[in-house]
């Protein structure tokens, strides 16, 4: 008997159904960053393990999904090596290449190998499914998508506003409620410098945002338990319960940096930044300041940016911010950019949950032709090429089936309406026209036919 098929842990189908939802999500974030200039480029599935290796830490190195040499892989390899069983060793000597991790270490690849090519500032947007060797669980998949905008080749914070515009732009489009937090890292550098903590930014941010859950009381035992002095505590108390307007919440933090330069050129950014939505730049949702917000402080350098829904409890579904050398890995350095990755799976599950699909975003055929026979068929395909070329999604029943099947057929594909043509519709050079979600049914010319279904 057959082995029944299966497909690897981790990985996803995608139906019919699920790719319409997912390409209108691609289709809107796609048509928006065109809107703002931006241009796509693509880069191979797989890339040297000289570009991956040692980009993303000892973990992330783990989490490579590694390509064996094609040929005789083994030739190079003594019996001594395959006996010591050195994972790490045999892949380097067995693999050249390894599937993509992200979209960031390729995109750095890209500019310095196309640098002579590119007009600086360069605004890109790539999608591309990526792929990490990791546990698969709920929400965490093996191969998923990555659709992240970027802009290199510039130091100036409109490119920080422009990206602010664009995720305000997109969830609006969406017809999704969202926050917008950002924050910036020369904020957080300067709460570790003023206070003598510079090892404990993290450990202070992530115990700041327990705030509302535990209080200020637990807030300063877990620093405490963190290592950080009664009087480094006593520094951060203005700090830990900051409230207020964004205005307000930046002033405190820079009456708490004021000895630190690069704190105050972080709060400085951060309120140009917000300034120019307070009458320039129109946003729909809210843009809010967050000080516990601290994502990738390995590799951001200025502002940080997250976003979540409102309406549908789920972790952040945007990430992004600013960094000052994303070239420099590949020797080229001092090129700055900023960028955003929308979390597409993510996205797809708020969408879902709250059905804010457009109805004509995810319906397939528009109108079916129900197939009676040659007679019928030769009547109805002028009229099945006349709606095509008015944009209708038009199907006709390849086979003369039973009527029943037929409409069955519609009714399983969600078909809208109908057209059937039999010996008095031919006679009279009209066809039947039916709603399938109402019932209703009228005899129409091919123009009303077409101009009934638009």
């Known amino acids: 008997m057959a082995q029944k098929p299966s497909i690897p842990k981790g990985t996803r189908d995608f139906g019919p159904s699920e790719m319409a939802k997912r390409n209108y999500i691609f289709s809107t974030i796609k048509d928006v960053y065109q809107l703002y200039g931006f241009q796509q480029i693509e880069t191979p599935a797989m890339e040297t393990l000289g570009t991956l290796m040692g980009k993303y830490g000892e973990e992330g190195d783990k989490l490579l999904f590694k390509v064996l040499n094609s040929g005789d892989f083994l030739n190079k390899v003594s019996d001594e090596e395959l006996q010591e069983r050195n994972a790490l060793h045999l892949a380097a000597q067995l693999c050249e290449k390894g599937l993509r991790y992200d979209l960031t270490v390729p995109f750095a690849r890209y500019v310095v190998m196309h640098r002579e090519e590119l007009q600086l500032p360069f605004k890109r947007y790539q999608m591309q499914p990526v792929w990490r060797a990791d546990r698969p669980q709920k929400g965490r998949y093996r191969e ?21 515009q664009i995720v305000d732009t997109v969830f609006s489009r969406f017809g999704v409620r969202v926050l917008i ?59 830990i319960t900051l409230e207020g307007t964004n205005d307000e919440k930046l002033n405190t933090i820079a009456e708490v940096l004021g000895t630190s330069e690069t704190g105050m050129r972080g709060v400085e950014e951060t309120r140009y930044i917000l300034s120019m939505f307070n009458g320039q730049c129109s946003m729909v949702n809210e843009l809010e300041f967050d000080l516990t917000l601290a994502r990738g402080l390995n590799y951001y350098t200025g502002a940080i940016f997250e976003v979540k829904a409102l309406d549908v409890p789920m972790g952040s579904i945007l990430g992004g911010g600013r960094y000052d050398n994303l070239t420099g890995i590949f020797g080229m350095p ?74 069955s057929y519609a009714n399983a594909k969600q078909i809208p309406f109908v057209a059937l043509a039999g010996e008095n519709e031919i006679a009279s050079g009209k066809l039947t026209l039916k709603n399938m979600e109402t019932g209703e049914q009228a005899l129409v010319t091919p123009d009303e036919l077409i101009a009934a279904v638009k």
């Open 144 to 164: 998923f998508w990555q659709f992240d905008g970027d802009i290199v080749g510039s130091d100036s914070l409109l490119n920080e506003v422009e990206l602010m």
């Open 181 to 239: 937090k950002i924050n910036n890292r020369k904020i957080l550098t300067g709460i570790a410098e003023v206070i003598g903590a510079a090892d404990k930014i993290v450990d202070i941010t992530v115990a700041i945002d327990k705030l509302d859950k535990i209080g200020l009381e637990n807030v300063n035992a877990e620093l405490r338990e963190d290592g950080l002095t009664e009087e480094q505590i006593a520094k951060l108390q203005p700090i």
């Open 334 to 407: 001092g090129i700055s950019g900023v960028g955003i990755s929308f979390g597409i799976d993510r996205i797809f599950d708020v969408l879902n949950a709250l059905d804010a699909y457009p109805k004509d975003a995810v319906v397939g055929t528009q109108l079916l032709f129900i197939n009676f026979g040659e007679r019928e068929t030769a009547y109805c395909l002028p009229v099945v090429a006349q709606a095509r070329a008015a944009g209708i999604r038009t199907e006709i029943f390849p086979d003369a089936a039973k009527m029943k099947k037929q409409m």
